[in-house]
Nanobody, 125 residues
Framework: QLQFVESGGGLVQPGGSLRLSCAAS????????IGWFRQAPGKEREGVSC????????VYADSVRGRFTVSRDNAKNTVYLQMNRLKPTDTAVYYC??????????????????WGQGTQVTVSS
C-alpha cells in the first residue's frame, strides 16, 4: 500500500519540543513536495508546513512559523517536522501527504495524496 507512516508524537508539556518523522512506504517521494497537516478534535484538517522536492523551499502556517521547522532526507525517503515551543493549541493528530507538484502551492487537501494514519501530539501540563 502506498502511504506515509508518521511517528514521533506523544505527550509534552507547554514549551517543550517534539520531532515528527514521516516515512514513505511503497514509493519514492523524491520528486514531489510533501506537506504536514494537523487535525484537532472537532476541527477541520489544516496545513502546517510544506517542503519542496529538493528541500530548498519551505512554507509554514502563520500559527507555527518561527517555532516549527520542516526538513527532508531524500536518501531515507523521510520528512521531519521539528516542533519547538509547543503550545496547548498545537494538540492534534499530525499527518503528512504527498503534493501533486514538486513545489508547494497551497494546503488544499485535494492536491495531496498517500495520507498516513497520523501521529498524536498532545501538549498539556
Amino acid at each position: 500500500q502506498l502511504q506515509f507512516v508518521e511517528s514521533g508524537g506523544g505527550l509534552v508539556q507547554p514549551g517543550g519540543s517534539l520531532r515528527l518523522s514521516c516515512a514513505a512506504s511503497g514509493f519514492t517521494p523524491d520528486y514531489y513536495a510533501i506537506g504536514w497537516f494537523r487535525q484537532a478534535p472537532g476541527k477541520e484538517r489544516e496545513g502546517v508546513s510544506c517542503i519542496s522536492s529538493s528541500g530548498s523551499r519551505t512554507v509554514y502556517a502563520d500559527s507555527v512559523r518561527g517555532r516549527f521547522t520542516v526538513s527532508r532526507d531524500n536518501a531515507k525517503n523521510t520528512v521531519y517536522l521539528q516542533m519547538n515551543r509547543l503550545k496547548p493549541t498545537d494538540t492534534a493528530v499530525y499527518y503528512c501527504a504527498l503534493h501533486s507538484n514538486y513545489y508547494c502551492t497551497d494546503f488544499a487537501t485535494r492536491t495531496y495524496q498517500y495520507w498516513g494514519q497520523g501521529t498524536q501530539v498532545t501538549v498539556s501540563s
